[in-house]
């Protein structure tokens, strides 16, 4: 009972997680600006991303992951920034697996401009202190603290609900790399040419539920990346294919979220993400 009493907390505090969230997160934000009616104002250019710390999960072993996301404030404006004095962790040990791709506002309205279960951050046992991701965009600085003191940002395992979704397993065959929850395994690097198709292809298993979103994203890496396709649903186990065009030359990460249903990804629940490296050259 006390473990979904403690579950419970935390989904009330997520439903409210657009707007105060929002709010704690603008430490550099103006003063006079309302943060949480910008949120309803998501315009085509020129604002600002914002980084978001959404929960903290304990681990078995008694480690800490925190789990962050973003929002994009820009309906048709995607940004890069660039790991570095303008998108950092702090402590610096932390540092450096974050996005540096932020793709434009989700169009689904229940979203509130929010990617959500982007990446974790893990912290060893007894850690103390926060973990907090820093963005500076258009002159202004955005910072989001992540601390596991808030009982009700906390989150259980949701699989231990009978009801509750299950995150599907996903491997990188090639690396033998496989695994389940927010940070599968990180692969590569893969070679690509600028230009030029390259497949990515990873393996899925449903664990006997009917169906997965499987979506790929761009993670770390200037230009663009074109997916083809960018999404599926599966209803089978096997091998989920795409082919990524990447714009720019350099090093590049992609993610690969798996999820039974979106309310699923709103809960912070039931999901996998595997990352992948790419060094693209001309």
């Not at 793709?103 to 401009?113: H, L």
């Amino acid at each position: 009972m006390q473990t979904k009493a403690r579950v419970l907390g935390g989904l009330i505090a997520l439903l409210f997680l657009p707007t105060r969230m929002l709010v704690e997160a603008q430490r550099g934000a103006p003063p006079n600006r309302d943060w949480p009616l910008a949120v309803a104002n998501v315009l085509p250019f020129g604002q600002p991303v914002v980084p978001i710390f959404e929960s903290w999960i304990p681990n078995p072993d008694g480690t800490i992951q925190f789990s962050f996301g973003y929002i994009n404030l820009n309906s048709q404006e995607a940004l890069h920034i660039p790991l570095g004095p303008d998108n950092f962790i702090e402590p610096r040990r932390f540092d450096g697996f974050q996005p540096t791709h932020f793709d434009v506002a989700p169009k689904e309205r229940a979203r509130f401009a929010r990617h959500q279960s982007v990446f974790v951050v893990t912290v060893p046992k007894g850690f103390k202190g926060d973990v907090v991701w820093t963005l500076r965009v258009r002159g202004q600085t955005y910072s989001s603290p992540a601390r596991a003191t808030r009982e009700e940002y906390g989150i259980e395992d949701f699989e231990s609900l009978t009801e509750a979704p299950v995150a599907p397993a996903l491997s990188f065959a090639s690396a033998r790399l496989s695994g389940r929850g927010r940070q599968a395994f990180v692969a590569g690097p893969v070679k690509a040419e600028v230009g030029k198709p390259v497949p990515l292809s990873i393996g899925i298993d449903l664990l006997s539920r009917p169906s997965s979103i499987v979506t790929w994203y761009h993670h770390q890496g200037s230009g663009k990346v074109t997916f083809e396709p960018k999404e599926v649903v599966v209803k089978s186990g096997g091998d989920v294919k795409t082919t990524a065009t990447f714009s720019d030359p350099g090093d590049h990460v992609v993610r690969i979220t798996a999820i039974e249903s979106l309310a699923a990804l709103e809960q912070h629940c039931c999901y996998t993400n595997g990352y992948v490296k790419v060094t693209a050259s001309r």
